[in-house]
């Protein structure tokens, strides 16, 4: 999970996979991390007992990330304790005791903060989190909107967090993910509608050319 989150050059997730052939690609390709949305609500939800086979075949080989919505703590508790994720992501409204129980237990987690204005950034220490990943706010939706937020609150962040690994999410696409890497240095990009056909179904030569942008 360390590779993901500090490596010396922004990293790659590539979120809302849905297939196992897509899962083996993405390892082929050497992309860093996968994002699997076990909120029922997505359109790119799968199960975890659908997920489960093709999870449980990519341990070690690709960070497996499972993205969560004001579930109950046990859910992602349970996925991380039978190894079936690594890491859990918080994108809903969960407060800071929610997250803090998790780490309480040390169980690696990244929350999401939709970043309306550089007070959405406050007091996010609270929350113990592994990493942040900053997103653009969606009401409602949680995530997904495919549109690009302020980076400059982004990078403000960084630069009074060096400590702390920051995802950079929302719209990211072949087109821009080079000026956003240039623009916020995060510590890797998170990319749902940027890397797919349609919602769930990636798209490959996407994927490729967010990879080229990332090195």
């Known amino acids: 999970?360390?590779?993901l989150l500090?490596?010396?050059?922004t990293t790659l997730k590539v979120c809302g996979v849905t297939r196992s052939e897509d899962v083996e690609d993405l390892i082929k390709l050497g992309v860093h991390a996968l994002g699997v949305n076990f909120w029922p609500s997505s359109k790119r939800y799968i199960s975890p007992e659908d997920a489960a086979e093709f999870l449980l075949?990519?341990?070690g080989k690709i960070v497996r990330v499972g993205v969560f919505v004001n579930a109950d703590p046990e859910l992602p508790r349970r996925l991380l304790r039978d190894g079936l994720i690594d890491i859990a992501q918080f994108h809903g409204d969960e407060t800071a005791d929610y997250c803090q129980l998790f780490a309480a237990e040390k169980l690696p987690f990244i929350k999401a903060i939709g970043v309306k204005n550089a007070d959405s950034l406050k007091n996010i220490s609270d929350y113990g989190a592994t990493a942040i990943l900053l997103d653009t706010p969606a009401p409602g939706v949680y995530g997904g909107t495919?549109?690009?937020?302020?980076?400059t609150h982004a990078k403000s962040f960084i630069a009074e967090h060096p400590d702390t690994?920051?995802?950079?999410a929302g719209g990211i696409t072949p087109a821009n993910a080079a000026d956003a890497i240039t623009a916020v240095t995060p510590a890797a990009l998170d990319v749902a509608s940027g890397s797919e056909v349609?919602?769930?179904i990636k798209d490959f030569e996407?994927?490729?050319a967010l990879m080229e942008a990332s090195t």
Do not use: Y
Not at 6 to 9: D, G, I
Not at 165 to 168: A, E, G, K, T
């Open 146 to 151: 495919g549109e690009v937020f302020d980076w």
């Open 6 to 9: 500090r490596s010396n050059k």
């Open 165 to 168: 690994p920051v995802l950079l």
């Open 1 to 3: 999970m360390d590779h």
């Open 198 to 200: 349609t919602p769930g």
């Open 206 to 208: 996407k994927i490729k």
């Open 57 to 59: 075949a990519a341990a």
